[in-house]
């Protein structure tokens, strides 16, 4: 519509006026800004554009603020914390991305932006470049130094697996550790595919290492984390920043099963071991039982060979120098021979001896006779009459018949002297007719009338013959 006509030679003045004929008011900015808002959102209600992210920010209220760009333009975008929370990548800048959304403007800074719906990686060159730079990012972070590589435990009693509950991963993994070696297997049901995936995935594992020892669930000692194969954007959030993280973090070993052989994900670098498929896996995770069953009898036999090895060998040494040994019959046959041959000299002596002794008696027996005896027994008994002479002379207590007294100490040795008396407690006097106790220096008590005992007379002389 033609605008109002306005004569140049008529003066402007200080004070608009309208024209005559003149049908347009004027407008507010706010006003235009509204129109040019209502063009632009009824013109460019639905567009899709190519270009690379440009100072990408996340507010704290969620909402995502980023720019798009190409060689010769660019454009302000928002992305609302709705659809910004379903996005299956972290949008990072340099990604060559195509959104979907709807032009509008901002009368705040009167210019235009795109509200963003949906955002994806434009095509799968964009997506390998976002995975080689996440990936160079992560590296230089240490998080797939091998130095942080654990060693898998030999027999894990409880083994935890992350993946879909539905799949025939889980059925594989399963059917292969009964296979092998039965063990207590926990699962922990995340999707592997699509929007959410990555934070579940990321938060089995957490869950995994958070559980205590000993605790009512038993805590894996060995995590293993699968998928089946698929194409770049199937396994996308095996390669998310959160899900790589948890897999390094976790305390206890984690095997990364996603895919199949020729299929890589961060996931794996991040992991301790990588297994080419979830099938692997389980391989890996534990030994053939039945393998260890022949493994242990091969060594018990092993061992019972290297404990009977010696005896045998000191069986066979103990063999062979008995048989260098002689026999018993040559070694006791000298002996034996020598044995008779003293048994034949003592036998020959007894004989002898006898005879000798016989001799002998019979020449003793010849000087004997009845005279000569009867002459040997008189000298005889006079010698034993003088020996009782002689000992009736000698008795000390002879002389108390003639009124002597004999002094004896306590213990009844003989006292001599008047010092060997004084040294005594009591003194013992020998009577004629009894004994009397006195001490030294005391007057003597009267003397006891005991009757002596009498005298034994003497033994008579018997006769020889």
């Known amino acids: 519509m033609p605008g109002p006509y306005y004569d140049d030679d008529e003066d402007a003045g200080l004070v608009a006026k309208d024209a005559a004929g003149d049908n347009a008011a004027a407008l507010s900015v706010s006003e235009i800004s509204a129109a040019l808002k209502r063009v632009v959102e009824d013109r460019f209600g639905f567009v899709r554009i190519r270009g690379e992210l440009s100072g990408v920010k996340r507010a704290a209220s969620g909402h995502l603020y980023l720019s798009l760009k190409d060689e010769n333009a660019r454009i302000d975008g928002i992305m609302w914390r709705g659809n910004a929370g379903r996005l299956g990548f972290n949008p990072e800048d340099g990604i060559e991305v195509i959104v979907t959304g709807k032009l509008t403007t901002y009368p705040g800074r009167s210019n235009y932006q795109v ?20 990936k160079a990012r992560l590296e230089a972070e240490g998080l797939f130094d091998p130095a942080r590589k654990r060693r898998l435990p030999f027999l894990p009693r409880v083994i935890g697996v992350v993946t879909s509950p539905t799949g025939a991963v889980i059925r594989d993994i399963l059917h292969r550790l009964a ?15 699509g929007q959410g995936a990555a934070e579940q995935v990321a938060a089995a ?11 009512a669930i038993p805590r894996p000692d060995l995590v293993i984390v699968a998928r089946g194969g698929g194409s770049i954007e199937d396994l996308w959030c095996f390669n998310e920043e959160v899900v790589v993280r948890a897999v390094a973090d976790c305390p206890i070993p984690v095997i ?12 794996d670098f991040a992991a301790d071991l990588r297994a080419p498929t979830p099938t692997a896996a389980a391989e890996i995770a534990v030994p053939v ?12 036999l092993r061992q019972r060979r290297a404990v009977g090895r010696p005896l045998q060998l000191g069986r066979e040494r103990l063999q062979a120098r008995a048989e260098r040994l002689p026999k018993p019959q040559a070694l006791f046959s000298p002996h034996t021979q020598r044995l008779d041959q003293a048994a034949e000299r003592l036998r020959r002596g007894l004989v002898d001896r006898t005879h000798q002794a016989r001799s002998s008696f019979e020449r003793i027996g010849n000087r004997l006779s009845l005279p000569l005896l009867s002459a040997r ?4 008994q ?17 002389v108390l018949q003639r009124g002597y007294v004999r002094v004896t100490g306590a213990d009844g040795a003989t006292l001599t ?3 060997a008396a004084a040294e005594e407690a009591s003194l013992l006097l020998h009577f004629r007719d009894g004994a009397l106790k006195v001490a030294p220096g005391e007057a003597p008590s009267a003397p006891s009338r005991s009757r002596p005992a009498p005298k034994a007379p003497p033994p008579e002389q018997g006769k020889l013959l």
């Open 115 to 134: 509200v963003i719906d949906r955002m994806e990686i434009a095509g799968e060159g964009a997506l390998l470049a976002l995975l080689a730079k996440t």
């Open 179 to 193: 296979d092998r070696f039965p063990v207590h297997v926990l699962v922990w049901p995340v999707l592997v595919q």
């Open 205 to 215: 594992v957490r869950g995994f290492g958070a559980l205590e020892a000993g605790g």
């Open 256 to 267: 990364s099963a996603v895919g199949h052989e020729t299929d890589t994900t961060l996931v």
């Open 289 to 300: 039982r039945e393998e260890l069953i022949q493994q242990l009898a091969e060594l018990a």
């Open 377 to 380: 027994l008189d000298r005889a």
């Open 382 to 398: 006079e010698r034993l009459a003088g020996l009782v002479r002689l000992h009736a002379s000698l008795d000390p207590d002879a």
């Open 417 to 419: 002297s008047r010092a």
